[in-house]
């Protein structure tokens, strides 16, 4: 059981999982920071402040913070926007960076000769029935 646990952590997917949640996690805080500190304040300006967190209704003693899923669903969506850009922008530099080659599809493959016989006798059969 070692040896497959060793095999399992040797393998490059492993390490390449491990360093894309670390450079997620980091990037996770650069872009809460850029939505928070920067895109959420902005839009507030724009609503005239309307803030959805402390929307709430009280039934009998339970409280049902219903604006802070309001206020979570905004967040995502402002998140996916963003994310959308980054990566669109990321997208966009990456093909002006790599010009496409046009290259002209190969040409299909030769048929067998067995391909090619038949179809000579199909011709000629054409021939005979329709001259």
Partial sequence: MLKEFRDFINRGNVLDLAVAVIIGAAFTGIVN????????????ILLGGVNFAGLSITVGEAVINYGNFIQAIINFLIVAWVIFLIVRSINQLQKKRQPIEEVAPPPPPEPPAEVKLLTEIRDLLKEQVNG
């Fill in 33 to 44: 920071s850029l939505v928070n500190d920067i895109i959420t304040p902005i839009l507030g």
